[in-house]
């Protein structure tokens, strides 16, 4: 197994990348503020105990695979990942910032709309490298599909 600079610095990119996720997705996400429990819920919200599960879940898998991909993918494919991996999760973090700070619905839901669907570059590169990986960012791409349609949900329900 090769292990030169440039794998040691993508696993430390991706790490930082999901470190930055967590920062600061969590820096705007205010659930227990006045607004956001006076909002009208989309039926298919989940309890709020599966939120915290489902997002340790997401942040150590993209961890693994994040380290994993650096280990052992060609560069090109390496790079790539993590490049579509960072820009996902900086329109992740505008979600958390548009739907809680100006409470812009909508703008909020397409973000989260790009987010989702650009999600799925680093899963099919995950898939191409080893399959396991791109297994276990299944249930992410999932979550965000699942978290896009709740966005679309408050969007309509509180127009």
Do not use: K
């Amino acid at each position: 197994m090769d292990v030169s600079g440039w794998r040691v610095l993508a696993a430390v990119v991706a790490v930082l990348i999901v470190v930055g996720y967590a920062i600061g997705s969590g820096r705007w996400v205010t659930t227990g503020s006045d607004w956001y429990l006076g909002l009208e819920q989309p039926a298919w919200q989940p309890p709020p105990a599966v939120f915290g599960l489902a997002w340790t879940y997401n942040f150590a898998a993209l961890v693994v695979v994040g380290i994993t991909m650096a280990v052992v993918a060609p560069a090109g494919r390496v790079w790539t990942f993590l490049g579509v991996l960072a820009v996902s999760v900086v329109v992740a973090i505008g979600w958390a910032y548009l739907f809680y700070v100006p409470h812009a619905l909508v703008p909020a839901a397409i973000a989260l709309t790009c987010c989702a669907l650009l999600t799925l570059v680093p899963v099919a590169l995950a898939f191409a490298e080893r399959a396991w990986c791109g297994w276990l960012l299944v249930p992410y791409a999932l979550w965000l599909m699942i978290a896009t349609s709740l966005s679309w949900g408050y969007a309509v329900l509180n127009r």
